[in-house]
T-cell receptor, first 118, second 114 residues
Framework: GAGVSQSPSNKVTEKGKDVELRCDPISGHTALYWYRQSLGQGLEFLIYFQGNSAPDKSGLPSDRFSAERTGGSVSTLTIQRTQQEDSAVYLC????????????????FGDGTRLSIL | DAKTTQPTSMDCAEGRAANLPCNHSTISGNEYVYWYRQIHSQGPQYIIHGLKNNETNEMASLIITEDRKSSTLILPHATLRDTAVYYCIVRNAYSGAGSYQLTFGKGTKLSVIP
């Protein structure tokens, strides 16, 4: 489809394992965002990519979290040595560049990866 | 970003219009009003946004008061699939680092009743 695609939709893993989450943004969107949402909670910003600029990593909760975006499209979020408090839904969003389509462009979300750490 | 206030919950009869209010009395000139919704187990879904003028798309209409201190999202013919939590967000699209971070409040839980 034409929306943001995330995989896997569900991931169950043991504490201490590494996990990799994938996000495929909407074609042509230059901005990509990662958030996480714990049960019944709001959005927690993690990281933001815009084109070829250096990403804003200010929301990453620890150095166990990292993300990359290859070729300005697909992004992977990696969590090393997972802990139980990492259990959450990890959401990816994308949006067009404001200079190409005007300011105020909305973010469009995928359905997330539900991560459960045993 | 300006704070928003929404009712905690609302009911709407199926087939009727759902009117969801949002107060944003501290909104500033460069801040847009965005509406998203989240259905259980799905990611947030963008609905509509506006700056000053009323907006309409295939999903909904957005009515913004002349002083921009409040707005109403209108779902013209609510269906059972519109049952969700609806979030009103005010965000400055022109400011620097951090302006792109979306923050959802508690939102309004809309229940569409058969």
């Amino acid at each position: 489809g034409a929306g943001v695609s995330q995989s896997p939709s569900n991931k169950v893993t043991e504490k201490g394992k590494d996990v990799e989450l994938r996000c495929d943004p909407i074609s042509g969107h230059t901005a990509l965002y990662w958030y996480r949402q714990s049960l019944g909670q709001g959005l927690e910003f993690l990281i933001y990519f815009q084109g070829n600029s250096a990403p804003d990593k200010s929301g990453l909760p620890s150095d166990r979290f990292s993300a990359e975006r290859t070729g300005g499209s697909v992004s992977t979020l990696t969590i090393q040595r997972t802990q139980q408090e990492d259990s959450a839904v990890y959401l990816c969003a994308s949006s067009p560049h404001p200079l190409s389509q005007g300011a105020g462009q909305p973010q469009h979300f995928g359905d997330g990866t539900r991560l459960s750490i045993l | 970003d300006a704070k928003t206030t929404q009712p905690t919950s609302m009911d709407c009869a199926e087939g009727r219009a759902a009117n969801l209010p949002c107060n944003h009395s501290t909104i500033s000139g460069n801040e847009y009003v965005y509406w998203y919704r989240q259905i259980h187990s799905q990611g947030p879904q963008y609905i509509i946004h506006g700056l000053k003028n009323n907006e309409t798309n295939e999903m909904a209409s957005l009515i913004i008061t002349e002083d921009r201190k409040s707005s109403t999202l209108i779902l013209p013919h609510a269906t059972l699939r519109d049952t969700a939590v609806y979030y009103c967000i005010v965000r400055n699209a022109y400011s620097g680092a951090g302006s792109y971070q979306l923050t959802f409040g508690k939102g309004t839980k809309l229940s569409v009743i058969p």
